[in-house]
């Protein structure tokens, strides 16, 4: 690539502000203005001037100044020369100091933040564009999704038709393992992606959890709590990082502050979607169930309007007679009122019972999640769980024989089955446990 002034020197953007130069490679690309400035690549918006075409170029910083490895440096520019993940780019190139460069597609749509600022704020919005980023995560590869974050959403809205979501991710940031390994101080805009038990040391020595279905759910719901609360619910923008994730680690985080997005059951699942501990969120059939809900509109209520034909009457005897019914319809509902509130109350479910545990096949080890995430070992189907509250959710867990624990089971109460004098659950599971 040839520039026809000095080239930017691979330093990050406040040092150097190359708009207005000129760079070619099989085509020439002219910078018009920054749009985004970070510790990985400044982002700009030019024109390929040829077509007369909008473009975008990242101007990437040295990769070795972030403290990266050689073997990951050399990943990541392979990645930049295969075009990343998908169609966003359409050119790759080397500034002189060897800092890559690569152009892409303009992304479709408004930046999500513009977008929600010019919107009807209310929890139905808010759910069309949590269902619309679910679609929109789905054909993503695992190192994309590692950078969806609120940035890097981009809205397409057209009257009486489905909200449209891009993503612009090719996914070339490093991962998890070498963000931690970085010499340097670590930056915010390279730990968003990563869901908080990517930096928890009991997930330390284990590859790919940023890949889990949990690490999805958490990052939707992120995006949709930084909309409502301004600020990112584990790395305010203006926290240092490094502390932020110090006290992640050592479980000293006051955690997100409350949402109120103005509806309690969209609150109530994306703060559960924002749980530090990944076994504790909803799946993505329990999110995207939330959000929907929130699109059902109420029943309306049918009003009934009596007209009655005047009638001749004495002065006084229409207020006697109005005053008649009207106390005989007082003591009916009174007395109907007494007789549904006995009703419910004879047959109400009784707030605490034991609940027995059976499985298929039988002899299952089961252990007991609690609140505070602490497990406890149960014993061997079939169990007898006494005086358990059935209103709340009980959390079970089997243990496999090679010893390794399964995923969590989320008991509802609704799952609750009449047995005798007792509730009942029955799980199925593929591979027997000890």
Not at 16 to 26: A, C, F, K, S, W
Not at 325 to 332: A, G, N, T
């Amino acid at each position: 690539m040839v520039p026809n002034t000095p080239p930017p020197s691979g330093a990050p953007a406040s040092s150097h502000d190359p708009v207005g130069e000129t760079y070619l490679l099989d085509h020439a690309y002219k910078l018009t203005r920054r749009v985004a400035s970070g510790s990985f690549f400044s982002t700009y918006e030019g024109r390929q001037r040829p077509f007369d075409r909008t473009v975008y170029v990242r101007l990437y910083h040295k990769l070795h100044a972030l403290g990266l490895s050689d073997k990951a440096v050399e990943r990541l520019r392979a990645r930049l020369e295969e075009g990343g993940d998908g169609e966003l780019v359409s050119d790759f190139g080397e500034v002189p100091s060897g800092a890559p460069f690569v152009v892409l597609r303009p992304p479709r749509g408004k930046p999500v933040t513009e977008w929600w600022a010019r919107c009807k704020r209310e929890p139905k919005t808010l759910a069309r564009l949590g269902l619309a980023l679910l679609r929109a995560l789905e054909p993503l590869t695992e190192a994309q999704r590692a950078e969806v974050v609120l940035d890097r959403v981009f809205v397409q809205e057209e009257k009486g038709e489905p909200l449209l979501v891009d993503l612009y991710c090719i996914g070339d940031h490093p991962t998890r393992a070498e963000v931690r390994e970085m010499s340097r101080i670590v930056q915010r805009d390279l730990v968003l992606g990563f869901p908080p038990e990517s930096f928890l040391p009991q997930f330390v020595g284990l590859e790919g959890v940023e890949r889990l279905e949990a690490a999805d759910v958490y990052r939707i719901a992120v995006i949709l709590y930084q909309l409502v609360v301004g600020e990112h619910p584990l790395f305010p923008r203006l926290a240092d990082v490094a502390d932020a994730v110090a006290e992640l680690i050592n479980n000293l985080g006051r955690g997100p502050k409350p949402l109120a997005t103005g509806s309690d059951s969209l609150d109530r699942i994306l703060m559960r979607a924002l749980q530090t501990d990944p076994s504790f969120r909803p799946s993505l059939q329990e999110l995207s169930q939330g959000l929907e809900g929130e699109l059902v509109e109420p029943e309306a209520h049918l009003s009934l309007t009596v007209q009655s034909q005047p009638e001749l009457v004495k002065p006084g005897e229409g207020r006697r007679g109005a005053r008649t019914v009207f106390r005989f319809l007082l003591v009916f509902l009174l007395l109907a009122a007494t007789a549904i509130g006995t009703f419910l109350w004879t047959t109400r479910p009784p707030r605490r019972a034991s609940v027995l545990v059976t499985s298929d096949p039988p002899g299952v080890t089961l252990q007991r999640i609690h609140p505070d995430g602490q497990p406890r070992d149960l014993g061997r189907t079939p169990l007898l769980l006494v005086e358990e509250d059935t209103t709340l959710e009980i959390w079970l867990r089997p243990i496999y024989l090679d010893g390794e624990p399964g995923q969590v089971l989320r008991i509802t109460p609704d799952r609750l089955q009449m047995l005798d004098a007792c509730r009942s659950i029955h799980l199925q599971f593929e591979v027997a446990a000890p």
